[in-house]
Structures are given as structure tokens and as C-alpha cells.
């Protein structure tokens, strides 16, 4: 199969109406760009299939004598009018006519168009005149884009003439406007992608450093210069040759990616997605498996790093030159660098000409407050200077060490120093440990980021502790504020996540680094210590929030044990919020927040007290009882009433809610007791609970009611991030959820509110117990295989801590819910923590005689719920519960 056996096979169909030959010519073109794919030039394929369409197109057009109908053409606009078309990529068509078409050309075109949707060919077509193609690309960017690349195909060569005059017409988009919209359309897109190419499963086409930065350069130079050969960037001197050749090399690469993404996908997919990466990295030679798609995004990584440089520094000449700017404060920094509005410059070649000078560089950066980035100058310098010393790593260096050092203890390093140091490969040339997580993959649904991206973000979240306008963290601005060493804090979050990709636990493995790091940059045994600590826990006080009951005098005083002081908690304290918040934009809530908020102060005040946990508790309870009967009192509910309710209660429960929670509860079992009604209270309460929404269960105990909540909740989109579950001597039921939205948000609409309350109702005055749940699994976690796994712990009192991870499924809470009734097994609490496509819950049970489980009811216990969990998924799913 070649492209000339596809073109006369394309000349051999005689009759417009033979569907089955065009649409097996196109069958043909496919099987003909997978065999090529792997011995012909990515680049060759691209043109070749834009080549192939146009024969189709063309011979098409004359099989229905559109040449008939004067003044109408056929004109490819877009990428396929630049001659170059992606397997599945859409085929852009304009067709058009100097005046208004009568209704036989209309018919004819109606018949072309049809013939094109017929055989499967992805078109994007507009008929228009002359007249409303000038008019409508001068109110739409992207219609005016669009025409850039126009390109006649058939028809009449005196109408697309005409057009072309047009667009020359000075009434038209001029450079200055059409690079102005190209620019901010650039920015605006990047910002959908929070500025960073380090994303996880990134768009080829739209992503920043992909394919559409490589375009805009084009799109700019087309408008500005009339050039069609990008080369002549080179004679403008906007490009050195090896720019240039650089550019299209990175272009190839991409080409490349998304020819095979096409191809796998059997679509117009852009988005190289985790369901498509094994496939697409085999299909590229990588090989199979995880350590192909590391190796094959790697590399990508890399590509858009550059594409990215090289955007930037290109679409700065021609900012500066399009829209003729002239310097207007300029300030000589030292013989080598200068100050133009704000942009840092080189005032001659090599400034760079060691490692030590990029260090100073960035440190000369720190010491200038006015300076907003780097002029296209500087950034060439630097390009060229970090393949030139690349022979070690700077850290090998001793002048290097020194110079790091003092960046790290710079107070404004961390703004733009440390962006620039990221973004521009320089902390990867300086510490080897760093080159190893460049554009690292995440196999998961929790992290958003490579793993290099994702500690950059860590970083930044860090320093915005110092920040004046920081009102959402004041605690850790305190305690950055206040710490005399800042910069091991930052050394700490540099290192946390360092050693991932290697053999063996990443926490143990990154603190051996970074103690060799603290010894080859001379920082004392005591810091270095601290700084060990942080790296090896960092894990420690998110695990624990998530995953454990704070409230547990034992847990608090394990962690308090671990913690040691107060400077480690503050540390701790300070570098989990900013990990969790590096993660991904949506995992931060209030419930985390809360969580960690409690869990410091639980282990504040314990640590306060000699580790005397249970004297900590103690006074909580006392506080919170305390605070709660003067909110009572002014509601008018008298102590005799409060009594009544708060003797079937254990101190446990009044530890565990605050004040108002507790106000509030006393209210509605006062108003339950008063209707003297056997069915179940329920009420939702936005404003009780910091941490979300608080829906309250109050009535006789019955079995599954907890796993009939559950699923009614699951089903509506909805999650549970907390339960406390009391059973009364009496019998009595009092349960309380925290409830928030799926994005993390708490649900605050009254009508919505309603309808949950309706439908659990609903649910639980049905006979049966069986809930259909609605909720669907989402795409990207039906790709994702976790396996199910049960953890036992014991606690001081009569009760078993069960923690469970498993694939976070529709209807999982149900399930659980369900088999402790069926096991005859008494929830007592339930801490729900969903990490991505992971749920991570802890359940505090008592068997039958409200006592720990034991050994054989463990293994029967863990040996059912991996059977229930493990078994293949399916979308809406009916819940026994």
C-alpha cells in the first residue's frame, strides 16, 4: 500500500454515487498510514495525508461537476491548509463564492458535503461569499487564524485571488492587532492547563510547549512577515539556524506522539490519556509497560521544555517588534546584565561561561526586586549554556555548593529565582537527584503533576506563607515567620518526593539523600537532623488526619511520641498543608484543612502536657460541654432537657464535635423526643460543621441503616468524609456525617438539601432494603486497577480499627455496610478518605459482644470484603443494603 496505489485507486471511481469505493478508499488510507507509521518519516506521513484528501476531495468535486458553478472554490483552511493532516484530524473546508450560490449549485454542494460524511471522513466545512468570510474573520480571532493558511484546492482560482487581496487589505486584522489577540488567546489557554506542560495525562495539541505553541509562532510570522517557510525567521534574525532546526525537530517529535495517539484511539483524540499511554509508548518503540510510558513521557517532557523556551523567546521579538515597543526604563545591574522594563538582559555573549555564573546569576535575580523575568536575550544565553556545561552536575562544584546555599537562604529567592531554576533545567543540571524526577509519571488519579512539577508547586506554596496578602494560612505563616532556619524547610520540601521512581520506600531513601546533601553543603548535625525527620515523615501527619481517630488518646499520644517537639510539629505542620495542596488543584477542602487543624492541635496541647493524652482529652471535654449549654441556654432548652440526652453519651462523643455541633444535636433529639415518633429524624446543617456539610440521623437502631445512607448519598453525587456512629444503652441510633459535594465543596442549597433529605426518606421507609446507585465510574478509573487490602489494628478499648484501600467504586460504602450486618458486626465510627481513584477508610468495629474482633473474625472479615471488592465493577449497580 502506498499513496500513489491509493491515488489511482481514487481516479478509478467513475460514479459520484459509488459509496463503497470511496469509503474503502479511505479504509486504505488507514491501513496504509499503521503500516508506514514505524520506517517512514513522521513529517512524510503528515503531508502525504493531506496530499491523499486532497486527491479525494478534488476528484470528488469533478465527479460532480462543481466546476460547473462559476466563481466557487474549494479552499483548505487551518492545519489541513498548511498542507499537513494527523490520521483523524478534522479536514477543514471553505467553500467559496464570489456572490450568493442560486439552489442548483447549493444542491450540488449539499451532495459534495454528504458524500464526505457518508464515508467517514471528518470534515469541518462553511459556505460563504466573499463579502461575509471578510466580515466574519474580522470579528473572530479564530476565524481570521483559520485563513492565514488558506489554500486553494479546486475551483476557481479568481475568487480565492480575490479573497487573498482582501486579506492584504489594510481595513483587515493588521500585525499589531492579530499578534496582540495571539498573544493573550496563548496565555488564556495556558492558563486552562495552570500554566504548566507537567501534566499527567497532557493534551499534545494544546498543552503549553505542544503543538499549538509551535503554530502560533507560524501563525505570527505568516500575518507579520507574508513568509511560508519558517527558515526565514532565520534571515530576520528573529531564529539562529539551530533554533530553527531545533523548533522542527521538536515539532517531529510531537507529530510523531500524536500520529500514534490517532491511531491507537482510532479518533481525533489529542488528549494522551492513561487509557492510550502503554499503547501508544509500544506503538513509538519504547516497548510495554509502566517503564516504557516513564521513558516515553520523559522524553515529551523535555520536548515541550524546549518548545516552550523557544516560544517564549521568539514571541518576545516579535512583541517587541510588531508592536514597536521602545524601552522605556532601562537600568545598567553590572557589566554583564541590564534592566529593560523589568525584563533582565545580557549586555554581551557568554555571560555564562561556568555553572557558577548561572548560580550568581539567580542570586543577582533574588537582589533585583524589579525584575519580572527574562529578556529573550538572557534566555538564549542561558539555552546555550546549559548544553555547554553539562559534562557534571554544579553540586560537584565547591563554588557551586557556597552560591546554592546562599540562594536557599535568600528571602526572595523562592519568587521568581526558583521558577526560573525549574522551568529552565537549572536545578536538574545541579543536583542529580532532581534529573531523575524530571518529568516523572504518577500512575494515579490523586497527583495532577509530575513528580518534578509537583514539588516545584510545593515549593511555591511555601513561600507564599511569607506572603502580606496570605490570609487563608495564618498559622503557617507564623511559624515560617518565626522559624530561625526557613530554609530547611524549603531543603525538606525539595527532597521529600526526590528519591520516587527508585527501589524502595521513597520517604527512607529521599532523607539518606538529603543527609548526604546537608553534609556536602555544610549544615549542621542538629539541622541536618531536622531536616532527615521532615523528609523521612513527611507522610506522617497526613496519614494519621486521613486515616486514623484523632480523637483516640492512644493515636494522639503515638503521634505526639513520633513528633518529639513543637519546632517539628510547626515544620511538619507547615510542609503537609503545602504537599497536599501541591497535589492536585481539587483535593484541598475544609475537611482536610479541619482535619490537620485538629490534629496539630490535639498534638499541641498533648505535647504541652508531658504526652498526657487523656488529661488532654479530658479538658476538651469539659470546654466543649461547657460552651455548648450557654448556646442551649439561649435557645431556651433548660439543663434538665440537656441531661436527658447527654447521660446516654460517652466523653468520647463530646471530644469528638465542637460546641455548636453539640448545641445543635441536643436540639433535634429534643424535638424528637417531643413528637414521641418512631420514625427516623433527619436534618442537614451547613453551618455547624467547619468542615462540611452535617447531616444528623437520630431514632431506633436498625440493621444497614448506615449502609442505606451511604448508598442514596454515593448515588447522588455526593461524598462521606466522616461518620461517628452511637448506638445508646437504650438502642437509640445517633449518627452524624460530614457530607460534601463531589468537587470537595459543601452543600449549601436549600432545594438541594431538601431533595438528599427526601431521598433518604424515601429509601428508608421502603420494605426492601435494595438501593439502585445512578453513580457511574468515570472513565479514567475503570483503567486503574486497585487492588483491595484490609488492615487491622487493636486499640485500648474494646473495639478493632479496620482500614481499608480499595478502588473507590459506586456503592463501596454500601457494600461494607451491608457485610458488617451480615457479619453481625457493630460500626462504631468510619473515616472516609478518597485519594484519587483510591479510597482509603477507617472503620471502628465491635463484634456481636461489642468487643475486639478476633483472629478468625478478622480473616473472615478481610477474606469477604476482597471477594465482594475485587470482583469486576459494573455502572449502576443495584446495592443489597
Not at 563 to 573: E, G, M, R
Amino acid at each position: 500500500m502506498s499513496l500513489q496505489h491509493l491515488v489511482e485507486q481514487i481516479h478509478k471511481i467513475t460514479d459520484i454515487n459509488d459509496i463503497k469505493s470511496f469509503k474503502q478508499c479511505v479504509a486504505d488510507s488507514y491501513t496504509w498510514l499503521n503500516e508506514d507509521f514505524e520506517t517512514v518519516p513522521v513529517d512524510q506521513l503528515v503531508h502525504a495525508r493531506a496530499t491523499f484528501v486532497d486527491h479525494l476531495l478534488c476528484h470528488a468535486w469533478d465527479l460532480i461537476d462543481l466546476k460547473a458553478h462559476k466563481g466557487l472554490s474549494l479552499v483548505a483552511v487551518g492545519g489541513y491548509g498548511r498542507g499537513q493532516l494527523q490520521p483523524y484530524s478534522d479536514v477543514d473546508l471553505l467553500l467559496l463564492s464570489e456572490k450568493p450560490v442560486n439552489a442548483k449549485a447549493q444542491e450540488a454542494i449539499g451532495q459534495f458535503i454528504t458524500l464526505l460524511w457518508d464515508i467517514k471522513l471528518d470534515v469541518g466545512q462553511s459556505v460563504r461569499t466573499i463579502k461575509e468570510t471578510i466580515k466574519l474573520a474580522k470579528a473572530d480571532i479564530t476565524i481570521a487564524t483559520n485563513l492565514v493558511e488558506a489554500r486553494l484546492l479546486t475551483g476557481s482560482k479568481d475568487t480565492y485571488d480575490v479573497l487573498q487581496a482582501k486579506l492584504s487589505e489594510r481595513s483587515y486584522w493588521s500585525s499589531k492587532d492579530f499578534f496582540t489577540a495571539k498573544y493573550k488567546e496563548q496565555k488564556d489557554r495556558h492558563a486552562k492547563f495552570n500554566d504548566t506542560s507537567y501534566n499527567l495525562e497532557p493534551n499534545i495539541k494544546e498543552n503549553p510547549g505542544c503543538l499549538r505553541d509551535i503554530q502560533s509562532i507560524g501563525w505570527v510570522a505568516k500575518q507579520h512577515f507574508n513568509v511560508w517557510n519558517g527558515r526565514e525567521l532565520v534571515e530576520h534574525g528573529y531564529f539562529a539556524e539551530g533554533e530553527w532546526a531545533e523548533l522542527i525537530e521538536c515539532r517531529s517529535h510531537l507529530w510523531r506522539i500524536r500520529f500514534a495517539l490517532h491511531l491507537i484511539s482510532g479518533r481525533s483524540e489529542n488528549r494522551l490519556l492513561f487509557d492510550y499511554q502503554t499503547d501508544v509508548a509500544e506503538k513509538l518503540g519504547y516497548g510495554s509497560g509502566k517503564a516504557a510510558v516513564e521513558q516515553m513521557m520523559k522524553a515529551f517532557f523535555r520536548i515541550v521544555r524546549r518548545v516552550a523556551e523557544l516560544n517564549e523567546m521568539l514571541l518576545q521579538h516579535f512583541r517587541q517588534d510588531i508592536l514597536d515597543l521602545k524601552v522605556k526604563h532601562a537600568c545598567i545591574i553590572n557589566d554583564d546584565f541590564e534592566l529593560l522594563d523589568g525584563l533582565i538582559a545580557a549586555r554581551k555573549e557568554n555571560v555564562f561561561s561556568t555553572p557558577a555564573d548561572i548560580l550568581s546569576f539567580l542570586l543577582l535575580i533574588a537582589n533585583t526586586p524589579d525584575c519580572k523575568g527574562l529578556h529573550s536575550s538572557c534566555l538564549r544565553e542561558l539555552r546555550n549554556a546549559r548544553r555547554a556545561l553539562n559534562d557534571r552536575y554544579f553540586c560537584e562544584i565547591p563554588e557551586c555548593r557556597e552560591l546554592f546555599m546562599q540562594l536557599v537562604r535568600h528571602p526572595a529567592f523562592f519568587g521568581l529565582g526558583w521558577d526560573l531554576m525549574h522551568k529552565h533545567g537549572i536545578l536538574q543540571s545541579y543536583l542529580p537527584q532532581w534529573d531523575h524526577i524530571v518529568g516523572m509519571m504518577q500512575f494515579d488519579l490523586f497527583h495532577a503533576y509530575t513528580v518534578d512539577e509537583h514539588t516545584h508547586r510545593l515549593v511555591k506554596n511555601v513561600y507564599h506563607y511569607h506572603a502580606e496578602d496570605n490570609t487563608d494560612f495564618p498559622r503557617c505563616k507564623r511559624i515560617v515567620k518565626e522559624a530561625d532556619k526557613p530554609e530547611l524547610l524549603y531543603l525538606a520540601a525539595i527532597f521529600h518526593d526526590i528519591a520516587k521512581g527508585r527501589d524502595g520506600d521513597h520517604s527512607i531513601l529521599g532523607a539518606q539523600d538529603v543527609v548526604s546533601f546537608c553534609q556536602a553543603h555544610k549544615i549542621d548535625e542538629q539541622d541536618t537532623e531536622l531536616v532527615r525527620w521532615l523528609v523521612e515523615s513527611h507522610l506522617l501527619m497526613s496519614v494519621v488526619a486521613q486515616r486514623r481517630d484523632i480523637y483516640d488518646p492512644d493515636i494522639i499520644g503515638e503521634f505526639a511520641a513520633a513528633v518529639k517537639s513543637q519546632n517539628h510539629l510547626n515544620h511538619l505542620y507547615a510542609l503537609t498543608l503545602a504537599d497536599i495542596r501541591a497535589t492536585n488543584n481539587n483535593l484541598w477542602n475544609d475537611w482536610k484543612a479541619s482535619l490537620l487543624r485538629e490534629l496539630y492541635q490535639l498534638t499541641k496541647k498533648a505535647l504541652e502536657n508531658g504526652l498526657q493524652c487523656g488529661v488532654t482529652l479530658l479538658e476538651r471535654v469539659t470546654k466543649h460541654q461547657v460552651e455548648a449549654r450557654e448556646l442551649l441556654k439561649k435557645k431556651g432548652i433548660t439543663g434538665t432537657d440537656v441531661d436527658q440526652f447527654w447521660h446516654r453519651l460517652s466523653n468520647d462523643y463530646f471530644a469528638r464535635f465542637s460546641p455548636v455541633q453539640l448545641a445543635w444535636h441536643t436540639q433535634e433529639v429534643a424535638k424528637a423526643m417531643e413528637s414521641n415518633s418512631d420514625k427516623i429524624t433527619l436534618a442537614l446543617n451547613d453551618k455547624t460543621a467547619k468542615a462540611g456539610t452535617e447531616l444528623f440521623v437520630y431514632g431506633k437502631n436498625r440493621p444497614a441503616l448506615f449502609a442505606q445512607i451511604a448508598s442514596v448519598l454515593d448515588s447522588r453525587n455526593c461524598s462521606i468524609h466522616d461518620a461517628q456512629i452511637t448506638i445508646t444503652n437504650d438502642n437509640y441510633v445517633f449518627d452524624s456525617f460530614i457530607v460534601l459535594e463531589q468537587d470537595g465543596s459543601r452543600i449549601s442549597s436549600p432545594a438541594r438539601m431538601r431533595s438528599l433529605i427526601d431521598a433518604i426518606r424515601t429509601q428508608l421507609a421502603k420494605p426492601g432494603r435494595e438501593h439502585h446507585n445512578r453513580r457511574k465510574m468515570s472513565r479514567r478509573m475503570k483503567q486503574l486497577d486497585v487492588k483491595t487490602k484490609v488492615r487491622f489494628y487493636q486499640s485500648s478499648s474494646d473495639v478493632t480499627m479496620m482500614e481499608l484501600e480499595a478502588l473507590d467504586a459506586p456503592g463501596l460504602l454500601a457494600k461494607v455496610g451491608h457485610l458488617f450486618v451480615e457479619l453481625k458486626l457493630t460500626l462504631h465510627m468510619a473515616k472516609i478518605t478518597t485519594i484519587g481513584e483510591r479510597a482509603e477508610d477507617l472503620f471502628i468495629i465491635a463484634n456481636q459482644q461489642e468487643q475486639c474482633l478476633t483472629t478468625e473474625q478478622q480473616v473472615q472479615l478481610k477474606n469477604r470484603l476482597t471477594q465482594l471488592l475485587d470482583q469486576p465493577q459494573t455502572d449502576g449497580e443495584t446495592c443489597p443494603t
